[in-house]
């Protein structure tokens, strides 16, 4: 970059100002670069069994073929995969693309409703769906345009016994699979049993290559346009980032987050593949107890997650017993990463939590802390390289250094746009740069720290409250497990702040936050109402939704 930012000062010395980003073409050139080097080193490991390198590539090939030559699909159609974090996702997500088709990913808990309106909106044509879901999409098929439908079992990648087994028990023990009805279906290992090759599309870096959805914390659900080139630029991104502290062909990839979330997509399944690690699919890590049972079988260096899912294993006593001894980098986005969390998790694991930021429109790295002992705790850390930010006032001027503006972002990872809505499009692009609606302020050391999301501000008598201020602050009290805030109309005050908290301490009272915050806050950022509820509502990252905090 011809400018010396004010971030690269701060830069680590092994990482480049600048990377490549035609490096790599495709994702297809990850894998096969990958397949060349690490061959018969596993990639993908589920439930005890893993597939490598070349199984990956070979499985894919077939699902590639099988689309090409038994369905109506063309190239540039989209294919869409509603699943979690299995075997067959990724193989189904490289058979898709070898096929040169679209890759739409789809939140598995999706009622049907939200399903039709993702499959409409982005004219899904075919879809890979897991057998418990398949009941969704008898509802709401016949006013989609899907025309292929393949159906997949939990266990279909784990050999004949296994498989039996594990099918069995989530079908007649768990009856985890409502009965559905659809015509014309085929199964997910009928697509790989023929193993040829498929016609070979070359695709370049302005193909694209994922549509991931937004998920509507903004408004309606939109579909993020994700070319070859915006992810493949991500990943080297980060790679250049890491430097040399991942090894090639050594390192264990922990994958708690689902694939279908880009951070996932993009930083567990991307790079690992690029680096030749064993990425490790956690199935459902909401079941902790399983989940730590999961991570004591092997030393394994790399885990990424979000803040409530660090704060929930740190809950659990047997987490002190895994061993971390390997654990090279931990790696924090999807929401605010909390302070009493970062250094619990230091505490415990002898790891330091690396908070980075981005958004699925970036694919989603923006903005990482350095890995070399200078990362800033409560900070989103340095604009990744080929990465400029800039901080802007309502009117889209810069706002000068220590002052709060929206982070507006520039970079090879930025997506093309959102599918098919312009209108949408010329709201969040000023030029070349991307209007995230995050309010962020630059430190005098290049460092980025995120105040909050422009549209979760609260006005309290004309003061402006951000709630990520006001939920690290409760979120210190011992007695707190999770909190959420916003604001609710008041009549004196035009907005009050309103806390949602779950408690860890069951004698927890009202009297006793508020009397909390007001040693910690000005009395106008001390929440007004306390409520104190079970749980609250999660995104399918686990982020908290502060929109159906009710």
Not at 87 to 106: D, E, N, R, S
Not at 170 to 175: A, E, F, G, S, Y
Request: hydrophobic share 40%; with cysteine.
């Amino acid at each position: 970059m011809a400018e010396n930012y004010p971030w690269f000062k701060s830069y680590p010395s092994f990482a480049p100002h600048e990377i490549d980003p035609e490096k790599y073409k495709s994702l297809i050139d990850i894998l096969e670069r990958a397949v060349a080097k690490f061959k018969d080193l596993p990639s993908i490991e589920n439930m005890g069994k893993s597939i490598s390198f070349n199984e990956l590539n070979k499985f894919s090939d077939a699902f590639a073929w099988y689309l090409q030559n038994k369905t109506n699909l063309k190239p540039g159609d989209r294919v869409a995969i509603q699943m979690p974090n299995i075997i067959q996702f990724p193989i189904a997500v490289f058979g898709i693309l070898k096929a040169g088709m679209i890759v739409v990913t789809v939140n598995p808990l999706y009622t049907a409703e939200e399903m039709l309106h993702q499959f409409t909106d982005l004219g899904v044509k075919g879809i890979v769906i897991l057998e418990n879901f398949a009941f969704n999409l008898e509802k709401i098929k016949a006013e989609t345009t899907i025309e292929t439908i393949i159906i997949a079992s939990v266990g279909d990648m784990l050999g004949a016994v296994k498989r039996t087994i594990v099918n069995f028990v989530v079908r007649n023990i768990k009856k985890m699979v409502p009965k559905y009805n659809l015509e014309n279906y085929v199964k997910f290992n009928d697509t790989i049993n023929i193993l040829k090759k498929p016609l070979k599309i070359n695709l370049s870096s302005k193909d694209i290559a994922l549509l991931i959805n937004t998920g509507g914390t903004t408004g309606v659900s939109k579909g993020v346009t994700l070319s070859h080139g915006n992810i493949c630029a991500n990943m080297a991104q980060v790679d250049g980032w890491l430097g040399n502290v991942l090894e090639e062909g050594k390192e264990i990839f922990i994958t708690p987050l689902p694939l279908y979330h880009i951070f996932s997509f993009t930083a567990n399944l991307i790079l690992g593949i690029h680096l030749g690690g064993k990425i490790k699919l956690i199935t459902n890590p909401r079941n902790m107890k399983a989940f730590i049972k999961e991570l004591k079988k092997e030393k394994f260096s790399f885990f990424s997650g979000v803040n409530t899912l660090f704060n929930g294993l740190l809950n659990q006593p047997s987490f002190s017993e895994v061993d971390f001894s390997g654990l090279k980098i931990t790696l924090a986005g999807g929401m605010a990463l909390q302070d009493v969390v970062s250094k619990k998790w230091e505490k415990t694991t002898g790891n330091p939590v690396i908070e980075a930021y981005g958004l699925s429109e970036t694919s989603p790295g923006a903005s990482v802390n350095p890995i070399d002992g200078n990362h800033k705790i409560g900070s989103i850390g340095l604009p990744l390289p080929s990465t400029i930010f800039k901080l802007l006032d309502d009117n889209g001027n810069e706002v000068p250094q220590g002052q709060p503006g929206e982070i507006a972002i520039k970079g090879p990872q930025v997506m093309l746009g959102y599918w098919q809505k312009p209108e949408e499009n010329a709201k969040v692009f000023k030029g070349d740069f991307l209007l995230t609606g995050d309010i962020g302020v630059m430190d005098e050391d290049g460092f980025f720290k995120i105040v909050d999301r422009k549209k979760e501000m609260i006005i309290v008598s004309g003061f402006n409250v951000f709630p990520n201020e006001i939920e690290k602050v409760i979120a210190e009290h011992p007695g707190v497990l999770e909190v959420g805030v916003r604001g609710v109309a008041d009549e004196k005050t035009t907005e009050a702040v309103k806390a949602f908290i779950v408690k860890r301490d069951a004698k927890l009272n009202e009297e006793e936050i508020k009397e909390f915050c007001k040693q910690r806050l000005t009395p106008y950022k001390v929440p007004k109402y306390i409520v104190f509820r079970d749980e609250l509502p999660k995104s399918n990252i686990g982020k908290i939704l502060r929109r159906k905090l009710e």
